[in-house]
């Protein structure tokens, strides 16, 4: 047995950080009660007034509130997680203790938290299926916890840090998580579009099934770009810069609206690609679909 005689701090700060944002994001997530009818609630629903400060918007009791907080902690936890392993890096101080941790962090809030809310946010659908949605969100954190072992035993030292073989589990969160804020925009009380309930309740319908196919995405072999590295590695040209920024921009303008589409997008970007190239450019393949 090799004992660890030493622990680089910075990253491990950062990778607990992430395992603490799925923590909360967990207990969040847990205040919403099991839906006792179809009817999916509001934001008038609780008429409570709170202390400012960050432990009173981790202590309400909203429903709405608390699902669209816990899918923001899991994309803070993104942030944490993206910082870790180029802290690491900076630092010269990459190690297996430090990859174990961060994909042991990575489970919690990438496979459990997500699962767990998945549940949580679509009341309609986990009134009327409930057996089914708990299936859904059980395979989803397996499929996490198969994922993030292989990358484990098949990464080495060598890698470029370009390219994902299968969804990443961060990537995976992120659908679930963007659409808990996009739930809460469509729910909240000041919300002015006319056909907010029945977008409300499509998406409640296909929501857990799109969970399935990300699920399986993770641990598919499909081709994924390291999204952060292709962004912001080396030198772009200007209209990608101009991209970006215009990315960020509707992110922070319309964050409920745009970060279903972006990550649900990237998502999905993996399969067409992969089946354009298989059934149209005839172009093969060298590892297989799973």
């Known amino acids: 047995m090799h004992r660890i005689r030493a622990v680089s701090v910075l990253p491990t700060l950062f990778t607990l950080g992430n395992l603490i944002c799925g923590f909360f994001a967990i207990v969040v997530a847990s205040r919403v009660g099991a839906p006792l009818s179809a009817e999916v609630p509001t934001t008038s629903a ?3 007034v709170y202390e400012a400060g ?4 981790l202590d309400k009791q909203d429903p709405v509130h608390n699902c669209m907080l816990a899918g923001s902690l899991i994309f803070l936890a993104m942030i944490f997680d993206a910082l870790d392993g180029h802290v690491a890096r900076l630092a010269k101080s990459s190690s297996d203790f430090g990859a174990e941790l961060d994909s042991l962090c990575d489970l919690v809030t990438f496979g459990v938290a997500p699962a767990f809310l998945l549940v949580k946010m679509c009341p309609g659908f986990t009134f009327n299926h409930s057996k089914l949605v708990w299936i859904i969100a ?31 589990s961060p990537a995976a ?14 729910r909240v009380d ?6 907010a309930p029945m977008i409300d309740a499509g998406i ?3 929501l857990p099934f799109l969970a399935f196919v990300v699920a399986l995405l993770m641990v598919s072999r499909i081709p994924f770009p390291h999204v952060a590295n292709q962004l912001f590695r080396g030198q772009r040209s200007f209209g990608h810069v101009v991209g970006v920024l215009f990315a960020l921009g ?3 303008v319309a964050p409920g609206y ?4 972006l990550c649900t997008g990237f998502a999905l970007s993996g399969p067409i690609r992969y089946g354009w190239q298989e059934w149209f450019q005839r172009k093969p393949h060298d590892e297989p679909l799973f």
């Open 46 to 48: 609780i008429n409570a």
């Open 54 to 57: 960050i432990f009173s918007l």
């Open 138 to 168: 059980a395979t989803y954190a397996c499929c996490a916890a198969l994922r993030l072992a292989r990358f484990n035993v098949e990464s080495d030292e060598d890698d470029d840090h370009m390219g994902f073989s299968g969804l990443p």
């Open 173 to 186: 969160a992120s659908v679930p998580a963007s659409f808990a804020i996009l739930f809460y925009a469509l």
């Open 190 to 195: 000041t919300n002015t579009l006319e056909h």
């Open 204 to 206: 409640q319908r296909s």
């Open 250 to 252: 509707a992110v922070m």
């Open 258 to 261: 745009v970060l279903p589409l």
